[in-house]
């Protein structure tokens, strides 16, 4: 079974975000980028598939900017097989980027989609929901297993409240959650191999999509900052200063 | 304009997020109506037609929408929200799954987790896990859009008057199916809506370490949370976990204990009111976000606390 996997370039988790001070975005010039760790996440899973013998190719799709072939090559160097690169330096919304995998979808009639369940920029967890619909699949959300078994896929999903199981006919999407797994690294055999790998380059107008953003940022802040309190000595202090200053007990 | 909210439940219950919700679409401002979805759902039907500013209460009540499929969700609030100017829902992780599918089969974007509302096409809500705060405009004829409840104050649960009406529409996808599932059961207040929360990090070592935890909450009618560290570590169920791609909580008093205070957690509780950190490390950052720092050794701290709180309590 094919598995298509959606990867994203985003900024590295570990990096401290800044507002541009003209408030029209954040500064991501000479900022580290990285694959969403969603993403890594959802390689991973495919991989794992790859391993037990369910999946039988894995194509990772990105769509972004040039520089967005590094993240396919990691994807690739991780152990998936193939790579197609949308490439465009707009800024692509969910509705797009959900109509871009559609395209992608209909080409390549993956059985299983995996995505990341948000990316740490944007924070919208809508991409892969939107691609369900738009193809007539059931989704597997904030997946914390996923068991492939004859043409269903039982995913189990982390809800409010705890867990729940669904039973999705194939094809069907699945979004990660950060539980499902824990990705490995690429070894440098594979990061040499994976530049070898086949990677395929086309532009939104290719796929027939057009993108037109429906959102559009007026102003981007930084968040009001907290300010540090203060140290209390002890419990008794501090049990104290709950109940007589602060007046939250 | 007019507005569904689609409430949140759980076919026992209403929870409270639903009155941050239509708190939201008053802010928006016009005629504000509810669909209950779900499966015997009569009772949550008449709670929401109690809220304080509700028009209208419509009731999809079917087994399909028994477990809350996405698939089947989708399609129904995709064909009753069609005539609204704006369809809102809470982002817990039932609307975070099936409203990206209602804007999807709109062809409309969704505006996800607003934190504000600065006029009716025009939003407010975090992004790079609140290190940044975004005003987004939305320019499709249906705005769909997730509320973070604790951005908004709920409106009364008690004092409206609205109609129920039956709705008839059986949206069915056959896509998925419910198998199971395990929910932990608790008798501490839920914890997205408590007014204090005391959560654990690595520093609780296991999960038997939590239960001086809960003693603590017992004592003060408080919720247990925790940060994703500790859940990885298997110490407690996911459900508890607090932050960016958690629970986000805003209490009255936010207790952090064993927590270094990465950026992904405090994205879930930075808007509590008050904030305790206790920690053996007087440079964890979480001292940087505590109106009270204690620099302790936990397992010394929490039971000096559980006794002190005895004594005041
Ligand atoms: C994509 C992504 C999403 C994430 N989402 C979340 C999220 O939603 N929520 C979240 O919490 N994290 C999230 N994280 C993880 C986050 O980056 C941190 O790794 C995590 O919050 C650390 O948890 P912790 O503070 O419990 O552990 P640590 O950072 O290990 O801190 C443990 C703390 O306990 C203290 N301590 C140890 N022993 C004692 C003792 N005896 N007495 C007192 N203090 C003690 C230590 O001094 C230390 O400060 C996310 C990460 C990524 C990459």
Redesign the pocket.
Known sequence: MKVLVAVKRVID?NVKVRVKPDNTGVDLANVKMAMN??CEIAVEEAVRLKEKGVASEIVVVSIGPKAAQEQIRTALALGADRGIHIETDEEVQSLEAAKLLKAVVEKEEPKLVILGKQS?DSDNNQTGQMLAALTGMGQGTFASEVVVEGDKVNVTREVDGGLMTVALNLPAVVTTD?RLNEPRYASLPNIMKAKKKPLDAMSPADLGVEIAPRLSTLKVEAPASRQAGIKVADVAELVDKLKNEAKVI | MSILVIAEHDNSSLKQATLNVVAAAKAIGGDIDVLVAGENVGAIAEAAAKAEGVNKVLVADNAAYGHFLAENLGELVAEVGKNYSHILTSAGTTGKDFMPRVAALLDVAQVSDIIRVESADTFVRPIYAGNAIATVKASDSIKVITVRPTGFDPVAAEGGSASVEQLDVVKDAGLSSFVGEEKAKSDRPDLASAGIVISG???MQNGDNFKMLEQVADLMGAAVGA????VDAGFVPNDM??????KIVAPQLYVAV????????L??MSDSKVIVA????EE?P?FQVADYGLV????EAVPQLEEELKKVL
């Open positions: 988790y760790p969603f740490i950060l | 990090g690595r520093g940060s994703r560290a500790a976990q607090v932050g960016q791609t958690g064993g927590i270094s205070g990465a950026i992904q957690h994205a879930g206790i920690n053996k490390d964890a979480i302790a050794d936990l397992f």
